[in-house]
Structures are given as structure tokens and as C-alpha cells.
């Protein structure tokens, strides 16, 4: 193989990104071919358990409101918004609650049931002072001696008066077969009457929360709320979440409260008809430890909240016509695949300012936006608050655990490709470390190995294309499997001749031995190959090797789309051109002083001093022979050495060396060499 004189040569490790599927570079690869890349290296198996963990992901974005354990938390994270954003307001003066409470108790001496005498009086009072509706939170379902008194104000009441109604079959906790009769026998006395029935149904959670209007049951009247606004209903069929209200000032509740003792009183009474005219009354028990409800309030007041409160909010919610709005099923799952999404794009993300400002961005969304719809109305009860988070985390984490895998097949591919040109240890080391493959230059001293097959190319003319290609990829295949045996990297291929160095990218202590001993071991595989090709193929000549040790520039001088390792420098081209003179030498290794002296081997024999073509300096030539005693060698030194002093002598004992080996063409090619040389004791092979 011949080079033009006077041409650097340049060696570069390139590594295109390919396919794995076909080796061939990779264009922009279609949806279909993604898709089967990602298969082929996750496996069906993966992509199913994959799968499902996304489906699972979705599933707990969007239904987290009931599946156990999520369901508690969305509870509580409910709550939360409800208690801090609740509406603050002043004191509600359409409504007044009428109170039992501990004191009423105590001066009727009567607990359970309450006292219905005084009942009786403050309904007979209210009539009086024109209340605009009248709510009795107070079942009826046992018998008293005050019932006849009780039934005659409620039926001479002109004012809408709905009375307390629960049936067993919703209640079955609380009322009892004969508690049922008495209650419906009570009812049915006062039709025709301006008194009737109205359910008190109050729904709770599983966690014993009130947080929704009671659904709408058959069999029961409307619930008393809607009884006492009748046809005025600004809410009908509305069963989503009660819109509780907090005070604005500490020392106004929201809803004015006076005991019935006072209202039943009618020498007070008188003097408070301007707390009652024209308001909603609801008349229940304000009792400790008696018809209390938890509510999201709970998390600012950590107070229970009577039955009578319950309904007079969501009263006030219906003559305010609050609807809180219902988020629909599509804006649900459409926030639900986000979620999904962004934890599948933000696990392929590879960390950094970018990944950072998008968690923060996915933070700020999904976070605040249940808040944020909260506060504008916005019925947030059933929206999956914490379901988004844990779904984005199981997203997150099945594609991470998937990206990891495909990295790794991707890793193991790399490895595998980088194994082609560079040692087991040096591609992990790099795999590990890329900055060693950094977009830089730096000098370094190598040790550089250049090959050639002498006569391949003619060869390759006269035998067919197949058989050339086999022959040649189990040539440098044997090649290769030297040069990684000892460490080199894989330079390049440039036709049937291989360039390989050490040094870099990682340097040894033994790179100089290493690179010696690669050298020799080409050359033995060259003979070994050309004594094994098949019968009947024209003969394949000798393999040629060269060595020398210098500086090059070593670095990436690609892109950041692929991996181009590359020397450059002199020292590529003296490797070069010494592997061109073992054809003037008749050698089969020549490697220079430089590479000799750094290979801490004592096998050389010194081969003169040349000038190589295309260069100005000359340079001091040797050639590796391990087959040789070590006294012959010393001997071949020593006449070498005396070239310099006695050149006639050095002449006789080199005659006589090259006698003693007839067969060793190298040493009588040296004596021509030597004789030539003798004005400038420097042989050009130009």
C-alpha cells in the first residue's frame, strides 16, 4: 500500500450513531420504528408492566377519590381548601336559629325528649312576630304529655312550619319500628294544617364529615332547607358539596342564635319581634355532645358543628344561589392524562435547569390549581388532588425504571460498539467517564501501530467480490483481536491496513510493551492468515507492521452528534511510513528508536539508520526478533555499534553475519544498506 509523500496522516476512531437493528446511520426514525426500537429493547414483557403502570397511574390521577387509603387523603387535602377558603362574611340576617341548650335543660329538667311546652309557647310567639318560615330540627317520635298543647300551636300556626321527618329505612341507626309509627301518626294529625313534614337528613363521609347536601332519597319529603325557601328553590336537585361560611368578625357568628327559653317567654318576646320578622327561623338543639357533625370547618374552629348549623348553611347557600360548579368527567380525565404526561416527559428529562423549572412549572399547575378553583367557585370536592401526585409519581417512576433499562440495553450496545475499537476497560471507563472523549484537543504522547497486507488490493481484482469480503473481515478480524488483546484502540481501517495506538484515550505504565508486543503479533496473525487461505486463491503477501512513539494531538473533533476519536500529528505519519519501508528493509516489523527504547523489551535488533520517504530527519530503525538468542542479538548490536568508529570492520563482521543466515534477507538487505551509507552513514528510501 503506497502513500503520497509528504501527507500527514490522520487516524480517527469515528463512531456514527446507527441503528442496532440494521447498523445502518440513523435518519429520523418513524413513529413505527421508535415504537419497535423501544420493544426490541424493553421486551414485551416490560412494555406490558409498562403498560400497566400507566393505566394504573391514570386510573389513581382520576378515581383516587375511591380507592382506599388515597381516598382519606383527598379527604383531608379537601378539607383543607374548603376550611381556608371558605367565604368570609358578616352575620347572615335572613336566617335566626332558636336554640335549646344546656340551660334549657336544666330549668325543664327534661333531656330527652325536650320539653315541647316550651316549644309551644315560642312557635305560638314566632306566629306572632311574623317569621317568614319556621324549621323545627327536633324529631317527634315519642310520646309526651305536652303533645296535646304542642299539636294545637302547630296547627293554629299561619306560618310555613316544617317539622323534623326521618323514616327507618334512611335512618335505621336511630329510629325504631314504634318511634317510626308514632312519628308518621304525629305527621298525619296536622294535615291540612300550615305544618308539615321535612326531611332533617344529614349525609356523612366515611370519615363521619359532612361535607355534601344529603342526596335526594324517595319516600322522604324535601329536605328542610328546601322546604322553608318552597317555591323560591334557586338550587333544585343541586347534591354537591355545602358552601360552609366563616364570620368576619370573631365576636359575630354567622348565624344569630337565641334561646328558646327567651322566645318562649312572651313578656321578652315582645321586644325581640325585630330579630324575627321576616327571617327564616330553624329551631333545633344546641347541646353539648348532642347532634354534632365534623366539617372541613373543623380544620380552623377543631370544633364539631350542631345539625341545626348544618342546615341553616346550606340554607343560606340556597337563598344565595352558591352553586359551586361541578367539574366535568372530560376535564377530569383531560387533567388526568396531563398529569400522566408530565411525569412521563419530566423522567425523560435529563435533570438540570430544564427538568427543574418544569417540575416547579408541573408544581405550581397541578398543585395550585385545585386551590385556585376553590376559591372561584369551583366544587373541588371529588377532584383528585392527591391522586395527581401519586399518579405522576407512579408515572414518573414506571419510566424511569423503563428509561433506565433502555439506557442500559443502549449502554450495552455502545459498550458493545465501542468494544469493536477500544479494551473492555477503556470503553467502561469511558462509558463512566465521557468526559474523556471531551470536544477538545490535547497533546499526547502514543505509542501508534500502522499495518498494511502487502499485494490485497491486486488480489482483490482477480477473485470474487464475496470471497474478497471474507477474506478480508476474517483478516482484520484477526487483526482487531490483537490489538484489544493488548490494550490498543482501533484507530481506523483504510482498506485492508489498520491504525491503532496507545496512549489514548487512557494511558498505561506498559503502553510502550503493550504496543510492541501488538506489533509483533500483527505481523505472526499476517502470517497466519496467508497460510491459511483457501486452495486454489492466488497468493496473499506478507503483512507489514510499523511503530513509533511521538506526540499527536488527541481528541473528539466531531460533534456532539457522534463519536469521532481522532490523532493527528507526525507521529501518524512516521508510523506510516515505517510499516512502507519494510518493503526496502525486507522486514516484516520496523519500529523506530523512539518506540524501542519505551517498549522495555530486549528483543530488538537494530537495522540501521534510514530516511524515511517524505521526511527530512533520519531515523534509527529496529526489528523485533524473540526468536533469536539474546547473545545473537547483543552480537548483531555490537556490529552495528561499530558502524560509527570502524566502519571496514563493521563491514567484514556483517558479511559474515549475513553468511552465517542465508535465509535472513533482513540482514543482508542491512549490509547493502550499510555499504551504501558509508559517506553519510544514513540510507535514504526515497
Known amino acids: 500500500m503506497q502513500l503520497p509523500a509528504r501527507r500527514p496522516w490522520t487516524a480517527s476512531l469515528t463512531v456514527p450513531a446507527q441503528n442496532p437493528d440494521t447498523d445502518a446511520p440513523l435518519h429520523k426514525p418513524s413513529a413505527q420504528r421508535k415504537f419497535r426500537r423501544v420493544r426490541d429493547e424493553l421486551g414485551w414483557l416490560r412494555l406490558i408492566v409498562l403498560g400497566f403502570f400507566l393505566i394504573l397511574a391514570l386510573m389513581v390521577s382520576r378515581y383516587s377519590w375511591d380507592m382506599i387509603l388515597i381516598s382519606n387523603a383527598e379527604r383531608a387535602l379537601y378539607d383543607l381548601r374548603a376550611s381556608y377558603l371558605a367565604p368570609q362574611v358578616d352575620q347572615d340576617v335572613r ?87 308514632f312519628l308518621d301518626h304525629f305527621i298525619a294529625s296536622l294535615k291540612s294544617t300550615k305544618s308539615q313534614a321535612s326531611s332533617i337528613r344529614v349525609e356523612s363521609d366515611v370519615d363521619n364529615v359532612v361535607r355534601s347536601w344529603p342526596r335526594i332519597q324517595p319516600g322522604l319529603p324535601p329536605i328542610l332547607a328546601r322546604s322553608l325557601v318552597g317555591g323560591a ?81 346550606m340554607l ?108 473492555k476497560d477503556i470503553a467502561q471507563q469511558i462509558l463512566d467517564e465521557p468526559e474523556k472523549l471531551a470536544l477538545h484537543g490535547e497533546n499526547r504522547e502514543i505509542f501508534v501501530v500502522f499495518s498494511d497486507l502487502e499485494g490485497f488490493t491486486q488480489l482483490s481484482h482477480q477473485i470474487d467480490p464475496e470471497m474478497v469480503a471474507t477474506l478480508l473481515n476474517r483478516y482484520l478480524d484477526m487483526l482487531c483481536s490483537v490489538i484489544l488483546k493488548h490494550g490498543g484502540t482501533i484507530d481506523k481501517f483504510v482498506g485492508d491496513a489498520t491504525v491503532s495506538f496507545w496512549g489514548a484515550p487512557i494511558s498505561r505504565a506498559d503502553d510502550g510493551t503493550r504496543a510492541a508486543q501488538a506489533a509483533y503479533e500483527i505481523w505472526q496473525a499476517g502470517e497466519e492468515f496467508r497460510n491459511t487461505v483457501p486452495a486454489g486463491l492466488p497468493p496473499i503477501g506478507i503483512t507489514r507492521v510499523g511503530l513509533h512513539f511521538g506526540e499527536a494531538v488527541i481528541g473528539n473533533f466531531g460533534g456532539e452528534g457522534r463519536i469521532q476519536y481522532t490523532a493527528l500529528g507526525d507521529s501518524m505519519n512516521t508510523a506510516a511510513r515505517l510499516e512502507s519501508a519494510n518493503k526496502q528493509t525486507k522486514t516484516g516489523v520496523l519500529a523506530s528508536r523512539e518506540a524501542m527504547e519505551r517498549s522495555g523489551l530486549d528483543w530488538w535488533r537494530p537495522m540501521g539508520r534510514v530516511r524515511l520517504r517524505g521526511r527530512a530527519l533520519p531515523v534509527d530503525i529496529f526489528e523485533p526478533c524473540p526468536d533469536i538468542a ?53 540510507y535514504s528510501l526515497e
Not at 335549646?100 to 309551644?120: H, Q
Not at 310520646?143 to 334512611?170: F, G, V
Not at 328553590?233 to 365576636?251: A, H, N, T, V, W
Request: a negative charge.
Open 95 to 181: 336566617i335566626v336559629k332558636i336554640v335549646y341548650n344546656d340551660d334549657t335543660l336544666i330549668d325543664t329538667k327534661k333531656r330527652s325528649p325536650l320539653d315541647r311546652a316550651i316549644l309551644a309557647n315560642a312557635l305560638a310567639n314566632i306566629d306572632a312576630m311574623g317569621a317568614k318560615a319556621i324549621g323545627i330540627d327536633i324529631l317527634f317520635d315519642q310520646p309526651q304529655d305536652e303533645d296535646p298543647q304542642l299539636q294545637s300551636a302547630l296547627a293554629a300556626m299561619q306560618t310555613p312550619t316544617y317539622l323534623a321527618y326521618a323514616n327507618s329505612q334512611t335512618n335505621q341507626n336511630n329510629i325504631k319500628q314504634r318511634q317510626q309509627d
Open 316 to 423: 343560606a347557600q340556597l337563598l344565595s344561589g352558591q352553586k359551586l360548579i361541578a367539574m366535568p368527567g372530560w376535564a377530569k380525565w383531560t387533567l388526568a392524562i396531563l398529569v400522566v404526561l408530565g411525569g412521563c416527559l419530566t423522567s425523560l428529562q435529563n435533570g438540570g435547569v430544564r427538568a427543574a423549572v418544569s417540575v416547579t412549572a408541573q408544581i405550581a399547575l397541578f398543585g395550585g390549581l385545585p386551590f385556585w378553583a376553590q376559591a372561584n367557585g369551583v366544587d373541588t370536592q371529588y377532584l383528585s388532588a392527591f391522586g395527581w401526585l401519586a399518579g405522576w409519581i407512579i408515572a414518573f417512576s414506571a419510566v424511569s425504571v423503563a428509561v433506565r433499562e433502555v439506557d442500559s440495553h443502549q449502554r450495552r450496545f455502545a459498550q458493545a460498539a465501542l468494544g469493536k475499537y477500544l479494551p
Open 630 to 682: 539474546p547473545h545473537k542479538r547483543e552480537h548483531h548490536a555490537a556490529i552495528m555499534a561499530m558502524v560509527k568508529d570502524d566502519f571496514d570492520a563493521a563491514i567484514i563482521d556483517l558479511e559474515l553475519l549475513a553468511k552465517a543466515s542465508p535465509n535472513d534477507q533482513a540482514v543482508e538487505n542491512l549490509l547493502y544498506r550499510t555499504r551504501q551509507s558509508r559517506e553519510t552513514g544514513v
Open 233 to 313: 328553590d334557586k338550587l333544585p336537585g343541586y347534591e354537591g358539596s355545602i358552601q360552609f361560611r366563616e364570620p368576619k368578625f370573631e365576636d359575630r357568628p354567622v348565624f344569630a342564635s337565641l334561646p328558646i327559653d327567651i322566645v318562649a317567654n312572651p313578656d321578652i318576646a315582645a321586644a325581640m319581634a325585630d330579630q324575627i320578622k321576616g327571617k327564616y327561623v330553624l329551631i333545633g338543639g344546641d347541646i353539648v355532645d348532642v347532634d354534632e357533625f365534623e366539617t372541613p370547618l373543623r380544620l380552623r374552629t377543631q370544633m364539631p358543628m350542631i345539625g341545626l348549623d348544618v342546615h341553616a348553611h
